[in-house]
């Protein structure tokens, strides 16, 4: 009985010692658990933090190439729209540096609607570069048009002064001509005379050529002298025809028929002044233009 006693307090101090190494395990086996799950919790954090900084990286280059990006269009309502979806992709962005790494859900939210924003900010750009394209293209086959018009308004021009230019050389191969132009004294009795003092009047005779592009039909030939001093010899009356826009006198006229071949005319001029020795001179008018002129001494 005395041994028995005797051999508790070392089975009590065997028990107490086994306890404590058991202890000393435990709290060493859960101190080691805790510090591999603070680790794991670490890393898992760490990781949440890096996918959370390479969002924000990846939507802050999203909100930069927006913010920057020029958009050529003079479309205001499209405009207002984009710049509307730039400030909600700040916006988000701003809350997504702010948000805690570890609530994954509302970063998995904002993730998800900046990711939206991105995909109607892309189809808006899109849409400006379609418009742009097409504005593009209008612009160009307006600038071809503008050029064909251009083109075909050049030569229309060009056709219109050939067409011109071969009406002039029309009108003045129209032009008729008066050639071998002559002039004779005559008496009272019509008779040719060489005395300046028993003139009566003056005959003038002329040619006017052949033209076969000249228009038939009646025509009235004028006639104007001018004396040795230059002063135009003329009957009293109204004696004007028209001569490049303005009216003038004339000495003589005379219906004549023309056919496009040779005519010889003759005028005749009644003296109403006093001849005196000189140069004299004729000139013939027939539509408007002058078509022969003339000079003589008279002695």
């Known amino acids: 009985m005395k041994n028995s006693s005797k051999n508790i307090p070392i089975i009590i101090s065997i028990i107490l010692s086994i306890a404590v190494i058991a202890l000393g395990v435990l709290f060493f086996?859960?101190?080691?658990?805790?510090?591999?799950?603070?680790?794991e919790l670490s890393s898992v954090t760490a990781e949440m933090e890096f996918e959370k900084q390479q969002s924000v990286e990846e939507f802050e280059q999203i909100a930069h190439e927006y913010e920057?990006?020029?958009?050529?269009?003079?479309?205001?309502?499209?405009?207002?729209?984009i710049d509307n979806e730039k400030q909600k992709v700040q916006q988000l962005l701003q809350e997504l540096k702010t948000v805690k790494?570890?609530?994954?859900?509302?970063?998995?939210?904002?993730?998800?609607?900046?990711?939206?924003?991105r995909g109607v900010l892309k189809s808006y750009v899109e849409k400006v570069d379609s418009l742009n394209a097409l504005n593009q293209n209008l612009q160009k086959e307006n600038y071809q048009v503008r050029q064909q018009y251009e083109q075909t308004a050049k030569e229309l021009e060009q056709k219109a002064a050939e067409a011109a230019e071969l009406d002039k050389k029309v009108s003045m191969a129209a032009i008729l001509e008066a050639s071998n132009i002559n002039i004779s004294l005559l008496n009272e009795k019509g008779q040719p005379t060489k005395s300046l003092r028993k003139t009566a009047s003056f005959e003038i005779c002329f040619d006017i050529l052949r033209n076969i592009t000249a228009e038939r039909g009646k025509k009235m030939v004028y006639m104007r002298i001018t004396d040795y001093k230059e002063e135009l010899m003329t009957l009293p009356g109204q004696n004007t025809f028209n001569f490049e826009g303005n009216q003038i006198e004339f000495s003589g006229k005379k219906e004549i028929e023309y056919g496009g071949e040779a005519v010889h005319v003759c005028i005749y001029y009644p003296i109403q002044e006093k001849l005196t020795t000189g140069t004299y001179s004729i000139a013939i008018f027939m539509e408007g233009n002058l078509i022969g002129s003339k000079s003589f001494a008279i002695k």
Do not use: P
Not at 29 to 39: C, F, I, Y
């Open 29 to 39: 086996l859960q101190h080691k658990d805790l510090q591999e799950k603070t680790q």
């Open 68 to 81: 920057n990006f020029y958009i050529n269009t003079s479309n205001d309502s499209l405009l207002k729209l």
């Open 101 to 117: 790494a570890t609530n994954t859900r509302r970063i998995g939210e904002l993730k998800k609607e900046l990711s939206t924003v």
